[in-house]
């Protein structure tokens, strides 16, 4: 017999100021299963018929913050949807990290909106707000043992204690650390201390789970480990996830969409392959993977091509581009080190086809990276040539034919 | 923890156990010697040696007849007459009593402070506190004292107030100065800043994004402050209250400028065994039981911290 659960549910109706209430609302079993995520296959299923029609989950309008004259956080619009991996992507001092403590309530907005579940939260104070968070140096409790760790937010919210103990032992075979219990987080790993502070935030099921760099001290091994450690227990439960990061690596495996940010300001926002393929800004082209860019002059534009002269007039490349391109502006062409192929040498015709010599040459495995210089250009180019076996890789100083398809070479405008 | 089993012979062992030490231990010993025997020849000889004489005092015989002023016998009854005495005894209760009021005084009034200094993010707001807390370390505490005596004096600042204001009429006028009021006032403003400093450094190690998991986690500002921010600062708490606690036993001045006769503390007594009667054996016997009990507080402190340790991490 299951008895409906009942649920502790944060009070959004309070105004500002007053006192910490929680009201109690009973959930039907199956509802309350549903939340508790724990069974996949339910749960996926929800995820994929919710993306279209279920509203946000989150959702940030025009929000800003400034700290004095410095400017956090600028006009940043988002909109989250339930299950979603959402990561947010941008340098240090980008503002990601104080739009993720606006969202837990953690810093007030200078201005715009925060709507957790279509409700603003604006001025909901964060122990009212019903989202977890994993802090980048994980925050637990020192003083508590691992299981008074996960416990805390359930003695908060005065559930029984026969409760508490089944939800701790579940929480803690999802992290895979049961028996570890009494441990406290001092005598952990690092990863296992991430579970916890995983583990911590899940189990007081939060509206959505914020991470502030979760990984990031962690070392290089462990971190690829806990990525994927992380995503899968992120799509088990199937909670909607913020996720902040300087970590590209980790951006783009990880999340099922992401904001790039930089200087407080939204850059782009979309799946991992539009972000590393179709880059909308010149500075998400720079900041995500590797790239070349060329400053020059639009000679000819028809037939959705542009001809760009580049600054010595020496070379011309040819790259896609939209109609809107003027002749005459002064433009930058990206390209991607991979999308630039090597030629035999021979094969001189056709558009985009470059001599240069290897100036360095880096093995690295499954690829080889090559620095050449441009036979008529002082400009270096970086080229990513995947390896075959038995075939030899260019040496330093070997001549070489560089190519690129005019569709691969995006432009975008010189400031 | 799992133990290691220590590996008795290897070729490992000598490099791993260079790569354990830390790079204090790295000075060649003659050198590290060089650089600690001026201080450690200044606390430990001389003032060991100092210490060690007088618990010998302690155990001679007071002749204020005599051509020598100690017989060099082996007697306890300079302790016999100390804890024999009543008198004696309420001397140490109420000194036990004032170190106790004052410590909690500090505590509560340094506590505040301490937190507002290690979280607030206003650098100006710090700078005012730390510039206060470190000026009254510049003043004297003879200018300290007598500045009360100013203020709480029977024509004092602070009585001539309450009079123009009407609190109180002339005939009136409070009692501040001569009793325990005026030595709690005197030695809370003494102890205060030791309190904060122990404080301060003691909480900046409590990480702020531990408040705020445990605000995420539900806990309103009073919960989290109780669950999570007091039992973090245990350490610290028990490092300053023991830090005034025993400044605040030992204290000389403040008892005899500004507390009445009924309410001096042991000290002033020591000073008087030593200096007024010349009697060395039972100022030196006072001195001993002082520090003793001193000692005791300090042990039981440590043992504390220690299973904390233990159990904490």
Not at chain 1, 78 to 90: A, D, T, Y
Not at chain 2, 101 to 108: G, P, Q, R, S
Not at chain 2, 135 to 149: A, G, Q, T, Y
Request: proline fraction near 5%.
């Amino acid at each position: 017999m299951q008895a409906p659960e009942m649920w502790m549910k944060v009070s959004r109706e309070k105004k500002k100021g007053s006192c910490c209430v929680f009201s109690c609302t009973t959930r039907a079993p199956s509802a309350a299963n549903e939340r508790e995520g724990l069974i996949p296959t339910l749960v996926k299923e929800n995820k994929m018929s919710e993306t279209i029609s279920e509203p946000f989950d989150l959702e940030l309008r025009g929000l800003s913050k400034h700290f004095g004259k410095v400017v956090a956080a600028d006009k940043v619009d988002l909109k989250v949807q339930k299950g979603e991996f959402l990561s947010i992507l941008g340098p240090s001092g980008c503002g990601k990290t104080t739009v993720l403590r606006m969202i837990a309530g953690f810093e007030e907005p200078t201005a715009g909106e925060i709507l957790i579940k279509q409700e603003r939260v604006n001025d909901i104070p964060p122990f009212q707000r019903n989202v977890g968070m994993v802090f980048q140096n994980y925050a637990l409790f020192p003083h508590l043992d691992v299981e008074e760790n996960l416990a805390f937010g359930l003695k908060i919210r005065k559930m029984s204690k026969a409760l508490i103990k089944e939800k701790v032992e579940r929480s803690l075979s999802l992290v895979r650390l049961s028996g570890k219990g009494r441990r406290r987080p001092s005598q952990l790993s690092g990863g296992e201390q991430q579970r916890i502070a995983l583990a911590r935030a899940l189990i007081i099921e939060p509206d959505l789970i914020l991470l502030d760099e979760p990984l990031s001290n962690l070392d290089a091994k462990l971190r690829a480990e806990m990525r994927v450690e992380l995503k899968k227990i992120q799509e088990l439960v199937g909670i909607t996830s913020v996720f902040v990061t300087h970590d590209q690596e980790e951006a783009l495996t990880l999340s099922d969409r992401i904001v790039v940010m930089n200087q407080g300001a939204v850059e782009q926002i979309g799946i991992p392959t539009d972000i590393y393929e179709s880059p909308e800004t010149d500075f998400v082209a720079r900041f995500i993977g590797e790239g070349n860019f060329f400053e020059g002059i639009v000679k000819k534009v028809g037939g959705g091509q542009a001809v760009v002269e580049l600054d010595n007039g020496r070379l011309t490349i040819t790259a896609a581009c939209k109609e809107s391109v003027q002749v005459g502006r002064r433009i930058k062409v990206f390209v991607r080190p991979e999308h630039i192929d090597i030629l035999p040498e021979t094969q001189m015709e056709g558009e985009n086809v470059f001599k240069a010599i290897v100036t360095f040459m880096s093995y690295q495995g499954s690829t080889c990276r090559y620095v050449c210089s441009l036979a008529d250009s002082e400009k270096d180019v970086i080229i990513c040539v995947k390896n075959d076996r038995g075939v030899v890789p260019f040496s330093s100083g070997s001549p070489i034919v560089a190519s690129c398809s005019p569709n691969s070479c995006i432009i975008y405008s010189s400031a | 923890m799992s133990k290691k089993i220590p590996i008795k012979e290897g070729p490992l062992q000598p490099e791993r156990q260079v790569s354990r030490r830390s790079v204090a231990l790295r000075l060649k010993p003659y050198r590290a010697l060089g650089l600690l025997s001026p201080g450690l020849f200044f606390l430990l000889l001389i003032y060991s040696g100092a210490l060690l004489s007088l618990f010998v005092f302690s155990f001679f015989r007071y002749s204020a007849s005599g051509v020598e002023i100690m017989q060099k016998t082996f007697v306890l009854e300079n302790y016999i007459r100390f804890l024999g005495d009543p008198f004696y005894l309420k001397v140490l209760w109420n000194t036990f009593k004032i170190a106790f009021i004052v410590t909690a005084i500090c505590l509560v009034m340094g506590y505040p402070i301490s937190y507002f200094m290690v979280r607030t993010r206003s650098r100006f707001g710090r700078r005012v506190i730390m510039m206060t807390v470190f000026i009254s370390f510049l003043v004297s505490v003879l200018v300290r004292i007598f500045s009360w005596i100013i203020i709480l004096g029977q024509n004092g600042l602070l009585n001539n107030f309450m009079v123009l204001i009407g609190i109180i009429d002339e005939e009136h006028r409070m009692q501040l100065l001569g009793n325990i009021y005026g030595t709690i006032v005197g030695l809370t403003h003494i102890l205060l800043p030791f309190m904060v400093l122990t404080l301060v450094g003691v909480l900046k190690g409590i990480h702020p994004s531990v408040e705020e998991a445990s605000q995420n986690l539900g806990a309103n500002k009073a919960q989290t402050f109780l669950k999570v921010t007091l039992p973090l600062s245990l350490p610290a708490i028990s490092a300053g209250s023991l830090l005034v606690f025993t400044l605040a036993i030992s204290s000389f001045a403040v008892p005899l400028l500004l507390g009445g006769p009924s309410d001096r503390m042991i000290s002033n007594y020591i000073y008087d065994a030593f200096l007024q009667f010349a009697n060395y054996p039972f100022g030196a016997a006072m001195s001993f039981i002082l520090l003793f009990l001193t000692l005791i507080l300090v042990l039981i402190q440590m043992r504390v911290l220690q299973t904390r340790l233990l159990a904490g991490g």
